[in-house]
């Protein structure tokens, strides 16, 4: 048991496509009418899956899978870039990142003056060190007394907690040459946020299984409550994400018993959790103690979506002293992002793909990236580039 | 960049672990997880653990997806 091959079985796969195709069709037959079922993948991850697996086109066609704002690289307004660059350049700094942020765009990306991201910016010299955990950062720090290391942090729930760690780490060891520059986002207040704007009418949530092992499922519940839309955390194989969409197909099943159709039962919208052989009800509660521990919640600015209230981390006073915005005066100088005709914005909002961009494949590519959508390999348009440009 | 995967605990020295997936061992740390015990399997994410993999569960899963399988034959 290794809970990968097994997740991945074809014949199980099969008889979940068939169970789907089948509810949808009798739901269809019933309804008489021509209305998709709108799922939205908020993860980055869960976006790639459904793409290298195919399960789009396993699916009946009413089933329309779109892809949300769930990629932190994508989501990392330009102005946070443009913080980092300008604290690579500082004297005696070397800054530690996740190898994800290195290409992404600054503000400047489109005008050509000097360098526009890490990995530019790393050719010019600046000491820029990719690193796979904030651990390594720390040992940074450590054998490099004299410097100054900075470590972007960027990710959601599921990285946060680590990041609160290795400060927590810091403080205990007496560091005091380590900061965290923090760009880390919440989910729940991001989805909240999609749904107030209206923008995209959205029939079932097929929630993030990896930042749900540390939140748990309650803090989705506002959206079952107030929004009435089912929400199912899910794991990240391809059997994992159809017996989610059988289960949200079977929601809105269940919903329309003894009701109109629309409108549902509205009542009968609830979060479940397919993914249960890694997420608990309550999460883990040990990350979710030091994560509170060292951050705070604060309004935070979304590449292409803006500010969004509650859905950023700081440090907390007790350990400003690792926070880099203290220990650095970063210019506040928020330049207007110009990546004309990009429309990343659109895409992780749910009101647009990347078939819809006119730079896409023509000018943007994972190779030329122009936004952060092509950049990070679980970016919407970095996935279509890949699966399906020539569909 | 929420990529986790299962790995299997094989030592465990303090906070750290020798984990193992496809042959291949790494350290990562188990701080973020109670209770984590050689044998057990845990979700790797950036350098550390994020929760235990509950096996039975797994098993119980795959066994309710099997009879929807057969159940649609
Ligand atoms: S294809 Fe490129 S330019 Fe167009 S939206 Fe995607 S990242 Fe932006």
New binding site residues.
Partial sequence: MQFVDEFCSPGLAKGLVEAINGLVDRVDRVDRMDKKIVLMEVCGTHTVSIFRHGIRNLLAPSIRLVSGPGCPVCVTDAWDIDSALWLSMQKDVILATFGDMIRVPGSQAQKGEGANSLERQRVGGADIRVVYSVLDALDIARNNPTKRVVFLGIGFETTAPSIALGIRLAKEQGLDNFFVYSCHKLIPPAMKALLESGEVRIDGFICPGHVSTIIGAKPYEFIAEQYHIPCVITGFEPVDILQAILMLVKARDRARIGGQCPPYNKDQARVEIQYSRAVKPEGNVVAQQILAEVFEPTDAAWRGIGVIPDSGLKIRQEYSQFDANMAFEIPQTHIETN?S????G??LRGI?V?L??????K???PEE???????SSE????A??KYVRYE | MCLGIPVKVRKILGSMADVETGGVTRQASIALVEDVRVGDFVILHAGFAIQKVDEQDAIETLRLLEEIGICNL
């Avoid at chain 1, 005709?341 to 990343?344: A, L, Q, R, V």
């Avoid at chain 1, 819809?356 to 494949?361: H, K, M, N, T």
């Fill in positions: 990546l005709g990009c429309i990343c659109k895409i647009a990347p819809d961009c006119s730079l896409f494949g000018g943007c590519s990236p122009i936004g952060a959508c092509m950049v970016g919407t348009c970095a279509y580039y």
